[in-house]
């Protein structure tokens, strides 16, 4: 007769057996966690040096209440620079560990004056994932710091931060959509709440693309009912999805699309999360697919010479728009155009990952170890 | 895989935060607070099917030195902010809703509003107001909520 597995076991095979990759696969993540945030969107927290003491205005608990107004345009411009050149450091493994710690605080300073204005926006968890991933090991493989050791260590791969970073945008999705539940699970059809986003939308916000004109003009009570019912769902089935490992990852192909449905019906693509969502691609998979030569220029490339050869570039193309109006940070997304242009941009990085995960998930169907 | 003593430490952080999570949302929800969303936003507002849909915003008038009343469009004032923060500055009465507001602050705002107007300002009114939101609607009056004056003479003490 065989017994079940004591609960704290079970605990911990879920804990460490979620998704586990390997240290190569950890390596390539990192290369592109950190890739993905410099060239997409790095915030600044320079432009809010000019507003005057009485619009600052911290969250509560943040530290930016030592200060009593913003900071110097130099203040500021010194964790600006400290956040990229700590993205940069990441992005070559240098140091990883203490590197991993660096991103995450300085990400948190440039928000927490970004956000001293009263509004707070939704990527705590991009900031958070470096720290979390800090001790995974992902910077013991294509990294400077391997790169620089003459003796390979033979570190393991610690998985539980991936399990933690599912825990957390799974708790995410429930906050978004516990409060929403509250209010529009009401069976009322005379009411919706899907359809005040799209008319602020259209009518306030000036979104006026893809498909949201066309959904402004649909009066049935039915189909915005249906709309309501199916976010709350899709945002409160992370939690219960999590017990379930694969399943839970083939969820994040529904979540890009219902992303890239979000993009056309209400002009707004949240593509910061895809630095999340491909933390589940297969990179182990990737990682034992690379040719010979793939890893050369990658060996080549983790070098102190390519290290400064990328800040050099990144730092000539991006720091050019500094401070500039309009301009709220670095990386590619300020300098596309606002409107349909930046919108397709997100919503074409949305089905990317999409795609990205569903090959994940059904090319090597094999690849992974994950209990489900 | 992780050590024995590891494993017990990793276990004990998961639940000691699984516990400060939820513990902390659900305290938000007891007295109503405001969570801040962590990947989306959590808007539970709802618009009647029946009614006519309607939008809370904010209305600037500025009275010159010389009496006359002249519209401000608060989007060219806070031209600088991004767009989804600027009803959030505007809420906050640009923070000059203080007893003694800081007469930089004052100064700030009146050099602003001057710029738009191009006369002397002596006072800012804000009202926030609900409108219909389709253009369509417009013939139905809008609804004031609120009214408040900033001086911007003398540095907000006159």
């Known amino acids: 007769m065989t017994s079940r597995p004591a609960l704290s076991q079970r605990l911990d095979r879920w804990i460490h057996g979620f998704y586990p990759l390997s240290l190569e696969g950890l390596g390539l993540y990192r290369i592109f966690f950190a890739g993905y945030v410099l060239l997409r969107f790095v915030p600044s927290a320079v432009w809010v040096s000019k507003f005057p003491k009485s619009m600052y205005a911290p969250a509560p608990a943040s530290f930016a209440l030592a200060f009593d107004s913003f900071p110097s345009v130099w203040f500021l411009g010194a964790l600006d620079l400290f956040l990229v050149f700590s993205l940069i450091a990441l992005l070559f493994g240098y140091r990883t560990r203490m590197t991993s710690c660096f991103v995450t605080i300085a990400f948190l300073a440039v928000n927490n004056f970004r956000y001293a204005l009263g509004k707070i926006d939704h990527d705590i968890l991009v900031v958070l994932l470096p720290l979390c991933m800090a001790a995974s090991g992902w910077g013991e493989r294509y990294s400077l710091d391997a790169h620089q050791r003459e003796v390979p260590v033979a570190r393991a791969a610690r998985s539980w931060p991936i399990t933690a970073m599912a825990a957390l945008l799974s708790f995410g999705y429930f906050t978004a959509g516990f409060p929403k539940a509250l209010s529009w699970l009401d069976f009322d059809f005379d009411t919706s709440g899907t359809r005040g986003w799209v008319l602020r939308g259209f009518f306030v916000n000036d979104r006026e693309h893809l498909l949201l004109p066309e959904m402004v003009k649909l009066e049935s009570p039915l189909f915005w009912e249906v709309l309501d019912y199916a976010g709350i769902v899709f945002e409160l089935a992370f939690i219960p999805l999590l017990a379930r490992p694969r399943w839970w990852r083939r969820y994040l192909v529904i979540a890009c699309l219902f992303h890239v449905a979000n993009g056309c019906m209400l002009n707004i693509a949240f593509a910061g999360l895809v630095a999340v969502y491909a933390l589940f691609f297969d990179w182990d998979g990737l990682a034992r697919g690379l040719s010979s030569r793939v890893v050369a220029v990658l060996r080549c490339m983790f070098t102190p010479l390519g290290t400064a050869a990328f800040a050099t570039f990144y730092l000539a193309v991006f720091l050019i728009n500094w401070g500039a109006p309009g301009r709220f940070g670095f990386g590619v997304l300020p300098l596309i155009p606002s409107g349909l242009p930046r919108l397709l941009f997100d919503i074409g990085l949305q089905l990317a990952t999409a795609l990205g995960l569903t090959l994940s998930i059904w090319r090597w169907p094999g690849s992974h170890r994950t209990s489900s | ?158």
Not at chain 2, 39 to 63: C, D, N, Q, W
Not at chain 2, 119 to 133: C, D, F, K, N, S
């Open chain 2, 1 to 158: 895989m992780v050590g024995p003593r590891e494993g017990r430490w990793v276990r004990a952080g998961f639940l000691a935060g699984a516990l400060f999570l939820v513990g902390q949302f659900a305290l938000t929800l007891t007295f109503r607070e405001h969570y801040p969303a962590m990947v989306l936003p959590a808007g539970r507002s709802k618009v009647h099917h029946g009614r006519v849909p309607t939008i809370t915003r904010y209305e600037l008038t500025a009275e010159t030195q010389a009496g006359d009343a002249r519209t401000v469009d608060p989007h060219e004032i806070l031209a600088d902010v991004p767009s989804h923060v600027r009803s959030w500055v505007l809420a906050r009465r640009f923070g000059l809703d203080r007893p003694q507001p800081d007469p930089v602050s004052i100064r700030w705002l009146r050099s602003r509003v001057e710029s738009r107007v191009g006369t002397p300002v002596r006072m800012l009114r804000v009202e926030q107001v609900r409108r219909p939101i389709r253009p369509q609607d417009s013939e139905l009056e809008a609804e004031v909520l609120k009214t408040w004056s900033i001086p911007l003479a003398g540095d907000g003490h006159d």
